[in-house]
């Protein structure tokens, strides 16, 4: 039973983008030393995204993949590999892009990021994300699977306040594991 105000919710249905890039071509070779932050699956980690050793491409490269081009309050989920169900938020970034293993997530006004990504690591998330991956999909999630993720959603300020209460939470632990 959920509680009062909550409902349950079908991913797809509140959110504007479900999708991910493309790595460029030639691969690593293309990769610069600077430029633009291309997020790959080893830089998003359990809650968190990881940039001390990120890729870059070149603008013109960035203008070629308008499609993986992230924005602040996006969520990132691995969708591959070993990686799979991994998800951060992202915030503080002026431009970046994510490559094929790596699915952006948008939400409409109705669905915190924060909220969705917190969602995507819980206990659910993750065996919803593990339902998926028997068959011949193994190690891979595709975007009409993600979108059919169901949600047990509460009011919007419930979702911001649980986010927040998540945040602080997974800060203390951090803080105590240094």
């Known amino acids: 039973m959920l509680p009062k105000g909550w409902t349950v919710i079908k ?31 080893q830089n998003v980690l359990w809650g968190k995204l990881e940039l001390s050793d990120v890729a870059y491409i070149d603008n013109t490269q960035h203008q070629k993949m308008k499609s993986s081009k992230v924005t602040n309050g996006d969520v990132l989920l691995n969708i591959t590999g070993a990686s799979i169900g991994r998800a951060a938020l992202v915030f503080d970034i002026d431009e970046a892009n994510v490559n094929q293993h790596v699915c952006i997530i948008r939400t409409k006004n109705e669905l915190a990021p924060a909220f969705l990504k917190d969602f995507l690591l819980s206990f659910g998330g993750q065996k919803q994300i593990e339902q998926f991956q028997s068959g011949g999909n193994r190690q891979g999630l595709n975007f009409e699977q993600i979108g059919s993720f169901k949600i047990n959603l509460p009011p919007l300020p419930e979702q911001i306040k649980i986010a927040e209460i998540l945040s ?8 105590v594991q240094k």
Do not use: F, M, Q
């Open 11 to 41: 991913l797809s249905e509140y959110v504007n983008k479900i999708g991910s890039g493309v790595t460029p071509t030639g691969g690593s070779n293309t990769y610069k030393s600077k430029g633009i932050p291309l997020i790959r699956s």
């Open 168 to 175: 602080t939470w997974d800060n203390s632990i951090n803080t």
